[in-house]
């Protein structure tokens, strides 16, 4: 932790997995402050196109009947989206319940609110208020070692 440093991210960064992108970071985070537990682009086995596959959804969260929560970051291009259309139709196929969240859904001053209502479908949400201050913000349940990217996987857009 940089005990100095003025960006939220700065001071996060040692105690956080390495989120691909500011959005992740962003969901990671709201997930933390209400005490959802979760993992980082934990390996699932998925039945895809005829063959097993082994995808990595950006959140899983154990005690919501294993809920993946994906962060579609790049609405505005078609190939993209298709991609995305591909995962629902995937996770559907596969009986896994997936909700989707897109860079609007990130925005304004009621963004956690309506995020966490994407959820709550799904389980009720721990107030964060009974929980007192957080000793170690931005932990996720998985141990930091289970939550590092493969050396082949390339980080896109997000750097600290």
Request: proline residues 11%; glycine residues 8%; hydrophobic residues 30%.
């Amino acid at each position: 932790m940089k005990v100095g440093a003025s960006r939220l991210e700065d001071r996060l960064a040692p105690w956080e997995p390495p989120y691909r992108s500011r959005g992740e970071a962003q969901v990671g985070r709201l997930l933390d402050r209400y005490g959802i537990p979760f993992f980082y682009e934990h390996p699932t086995v998925l039945h895809d196109r005829g063959r097993q596959r082994v995808w990595h959804p950006d959140f899983t969260l154990p005690t919501y009947a294993r809920l993946i929560v994906e962060y579609a970051g790049m609405p505005e291009r078609p190939e993209y989206m298709a991609g995305v259309r591909h995962k629902k139709q995937a996770y559907a196929a596969n009986g896994l319940a997936a909700v989707f969240l897109y860079p609007g859904d990130l925005r304004g001053r009621d963004w956690p609110q309506r995020a966490l209502t994407k959820i709550a479908h799904y389980g009720p949400i721990p107030s964060s208020s009974h929980r007192g201050p957080m000793r170690y913000p931005a932990m996720s349940a998985a141990p930091r070692q289970a939550c590092r990217r493969p050396p082949y996987c390339r980080s896109r857009g997000y750097r600290r």
